[in-house]
């Protein structure tokens, strides 16, 4: 394995650079700098997700999850990097489909909520679909790659599923939007 980490502070970030995974200085909120951080925060959030009682499949999908986070991370890191490949979509289609299957069709869009697990995935959704947004952000100045943004669009979706499982699985129905304009 590479460099340990045996001190936690460099000092070389306090005038507001940091380096990219090539060496590369740049201002902490350059572009790419946002994009790893978001992905980052995704990460984050799902490890507060798997702090909750969750179902066997879900927990083993979100823990694969989050090794996938980081590689994602490491590609934004260093420009013209690829880690992220197809198989890696391919994983969270599988995932979609199998766990889509236990649920019913909807006809309007769900409110974020149904309990702790369910609502903390709706929250690890939402910053995943905003990790995805300063990728494309990135992605208009920066090589980027597809399966990256393809990656985090699958996730989004993924998540959107897993928290309706949970809401079943922690006995709440699912609230439906109604909007003021059905209501008479």
Not at 96 to 107: I, K
Request: proline letters at 4%; hydrophobic letters at 40%; glycine letters at 8%.
């Amino acid at each position: 394995m590479g460099h340990r980490i045996s001190k936690v502070y460099t000092r070389t970030g306090d005038s507001g650079e940091t380096a990219l995974g090539d060496g590369i200085r740049v201002p902490k909120d350059h572009p790419r700098v946002e994009a790893v951080g978001e992905v980052d925060e995704l990460n984050c959030a799902i490890g507060l997700l798997l702090s909750y009682n969750l179902p066997k499949a879900v927990r083993a999908a979100l823990t694969r999850i989050q090794h996938e986070l980081f590689d994602l991370g490491g590609e934004l890191c260093i420009p013209n990097h690829r880690i992220v490949t197809a198989e890696y979509i391919e994983r969270l289609e599988q995932e979609l489909d199998e766990f889509n299957t236990e649920l019913p069709h909807l006809r309007e869009f769900v409110l974020p909520g149904g309990g702790r697990a369910a609502s903390a995935c709706h929250l690890a959704r939402a910053v995943c679909r905003r990790a995805e947004r300063h990728v494309v952000t990135l992605s208009r100045n920066s090589d980027v790659s597809p399966q990256a943004m393809a990656y985090l669009n699958r996730l989004a979706d993924l998540l959107f599923v897993i928290a309706r499982l949970l809401s079943r699985s922690e006995g709440h129905r699912e609230i439906m939007w109604q909007s003021k304009r059905t209501k008479s």
